[in-house]
């Protein structure tokens, strides 16, 4: 049996908060779909010259009155980020919540606006644990 990733999906509440977060992480939106019939958005994010690994957006046009509390979000997201210090750095000046500093130079987590927890891991080995993250606790949870 062959199988192949497709996309990953996730429910958001407010599309132009949601894409002005994902954008923080460097995503752009690589195409678009609008349902007048079923009342739906679908914006497709990416990573830069990775548009076969795509994140989903889908925004119910009448509202969600389930997010962002409800449990239809999974896990978590993960990406691959070449110095997760200044990634870290960039979201926290820009008002993200750093939820789990990556304290070990290693990971990270933070959350979008829809709750959806983010998972951001150093690519190749760990970097030297360093300042404000090493001595920085976990805030809320991930």
Not at 10 to 26: C, H
Not at 48 to 59: F, K, N, R, V
Not at 117 to 134: D, K, M, R
Request: glycine share 8%; net charge negative; with cysteine.
């Amino acid at each position: 049996m062959k199988l192949r990733y497709l996309h990953t999906m996730v429910r958001v509440l407010d599309l132009e908060k949601s894409m002005a977060f994902y954008a923080l992480l460097g995503l752009k939106e690589i195409r678009r779909y609008e349902s007048e019939q079923g009342r739906f958005t679908l914006v497709y994010l990416a990573a830069e010259g990775q548009p076969e690994t795509p994140l989903e957006l889908t925004y119910n046009w009448d509202g969600d009155d389930g997010l962002p509390n409800d449990s239809r979000h999974f896990g978590h997201l993960a990406y691959e980020v070449e110095d997760i210090y200044a990634v870290c750095a960039h979201l926290q000046a820009h008002g993200v919540l750093i939820n789990r500093p990556p304290r070990d130079g290693r990971m990270a987590f933070v959350r979008s606006p829809d709750n959806i927890s983010i998972e951001l891991l150093q690519a190749g080995g760990a970097l030297a644990p360093a300042e404000p993250w090493l001595s920085m606790g976990n805030t809320g949870h991930w």
